[in-house]
């Protein structure tokens, strides 16, 4: 196994503990990454919000130095880099004029071009298809048994369904049937498929933070000892922004958040240093009492 | 919001417009059953709902559309997306309309054109502190290296915030 890593900015700069302990786990699991630090931005929603086609001409210039380096897939930890790269390979797919036109400005201005022929994969659908989780127990040296875990996929990875397939996007279970193979129990929360209002912090703060806000309740109510997520913008709203959102509620929630590759890693003999834990803004401490 | 229609505002090429774009071409295909505005997390706050706005693009209503509040507070999270039965593309409609409002200089809210900024700069929407950068080496993390921005400040003299860019 042979990826092109891109762990996207915002994680290289704003979320070190998934960049660390991604590395740290797909290390261990014997996965060879090839850096590509020097990429640019994936031309996420707010760049989508400006210009559709400008966006995905950076998506596609990515894609087109992971091919140029030899490379047929790339891996990405920011379920938003995933959705903006294979909405320009099924973009590409349904509608000729925009390959068209994602081709011009991607040619004129980077003398490049782009086929549609690079696979995005996010890194749960590493461990989970590529690694699988027969492969993954060989690896396991500790379990979280008994901890109730509230998961937290990101919409991204899941939506739309109609024009890629990550997981079932009306009941998801891969990253749910990763956390029970650590021991842990994923419980029902009725809030799961919603956004966690990440996206919308930088347009409608109060909106943003009240959409994290009625998560966390519906968590907290729940029974959840934590959260575990694979998207590091929903990590933010709900670990970073959760004293906040308490302030606002006047509701203590107190309640632990992990990018899962940090949860993994713990199980695979990881240092809480080693995968980050001390950048968390929660304090995890209750939970890590349970590993053993 | 206005709720009654005003045929005086109707903009009849908008349609055209709307579905000869990427983000717009699956507007023609909704027969509005309002599953996407009874599973949208923000319908509730929105000026106009979002089954409203695909009725509204073909009706030719582009000011009130480029105008509104709701647009920019969809999180483009895809629900309405996922469960609309006709495959109507409504999160990429919405973005498709955010391009509209800001090329017709209806609006560009500060966000964007702060993230504008930074991407045309340094090709990141956002870039490591000298702090994070310091913590990235304490972690032995590989240094984020520097991103040829030519591509992308030719990319983004393309587009309605060109403008802006230059000026810091
Ligand atoms: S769910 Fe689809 S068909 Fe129904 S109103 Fe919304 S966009 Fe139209
Ligand atoms: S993408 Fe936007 S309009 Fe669609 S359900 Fe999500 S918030 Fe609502």
């Given amino acids: ?292 | 919001m206005e709720r009654a229609l005003n045929l005086s505002k109707v903009n009849r090429v908008f349609l055209e417009e709307v579905k000869s774009s990427h983000t717009g071409r699956t507007v023609p295909y909704c027969y509005q059953c309002g599953t996407c505005s009874s599973s949208c997390p923000v319908a509730e706050e929105m000026d106009i709902k979002p089954h409203e706005m695909v009725e509204m693009i073909k009706l030719g209503l582009t000011d009130a559309l480029i105008r509104c509040k709701a647009i920019w507070q969809c999180t483009t999270c895809y629900m309405c997306t996922e469960r609309c039965p006709q495959e109507v593309q409504l999160t990429l409609i919405i973005l498709g309309l955010r391009n509209i409002a800001m090329r017709e200089g209806a609006v560009i809210p500060e966000a964007v054109k702060e993230s504008c900024k930074n991407l045309y700069e340094t090709g990141r929407l956002v870039t490591p502190s000298r702090f994070q950068r310091q913590q990235r080496e304490k972690l032995k993390l590989p240094e984020v290296l520097q991103v040829d921005t030519e591509p992308i400040k030719g990319m983004m003299k393309k587009t309605a915030v060109a403008g802006i860019l230059e000026v810091k």
Avoid at chain 1, 30 to 58: F, H, Q, R
Wanted: net charge neutral.
């Fill in chain 1, 1 to 292: 196994m042979r990826y092109g890593y891109f762990p996207g900015c915002y994680v290289l700069s704003r979320k070190l503990q998934y960049d660390l302990s991604a590395r740290n786990v797909m290390k261990k699991l014997g996965v060879e990454i090839v850096e590509m630090t020097d990429a640019p931005c994936c031309g996420p929603a707010i760049v989508k919000s400006v210009d559709y086609s400008v966006a995905s001409a950076l998506s596609a210039r990515i894609l087109a130095m992971t091919k140029e380096r030899g490379l047929n897939t790339l891996v990405t930890l920011c379920p938003e880099c995933f959705s903006s790269f294979i909405k320009v390979n099924t973009g590409f797919k349904e509608d000729v004029k925009f390959k068209e036109e994602v081709n011009h400005i991607l040619s004129s201005t980077a003398g490049l071009k782009y086929n549609g022929d690079v696979e995005p994969k996010h890194i749960l659908q590493v461990v989970y298809e590529d690694i699988g989780l027969k492969g993954l127990s060989e690896h396991i040296i500790k379990r979280f048994n008994g901890v109730k875990v509230a998961v937290q996929p990101g919409c991204h990875f899941l939506r739309a369904s109609t024009s890629y397939y990550a997981d079932d996007p009306e009941d998801p279970r891969m990253l749910d049937e990763v956390v029970e193979s650590l021991g842990m129990e994923s419980v029902y929360w009725p809030l799961k498929l919603w956004c966690c209002g990440a996206p919308t912090l930088a347009f409608d703060r109060e909106l943003s933070l009240k959409l994290a806000g009625r998560k966390l309740r519906s968590i907290k109510a729940s029974g959840a000892d934590c959260i575990v997520t694979a998207c590091p913008y929903c990590h933010t709203q709900l670990d970073q922004y959760q004293p906040m959102v308490e302030r606002r509620l006047n509701e203590k929630f107190g309640i632990p958040t992990f990018l899962f590759t940090q949860i993994l890693g713990l199980c695979m003999g990881l240092s809480p240093e080693e995968v980050g834990l001390h950048m968390n803004r929660v304090s995890p401490s209750k939970i890590l009492d349970f590993i053993g």
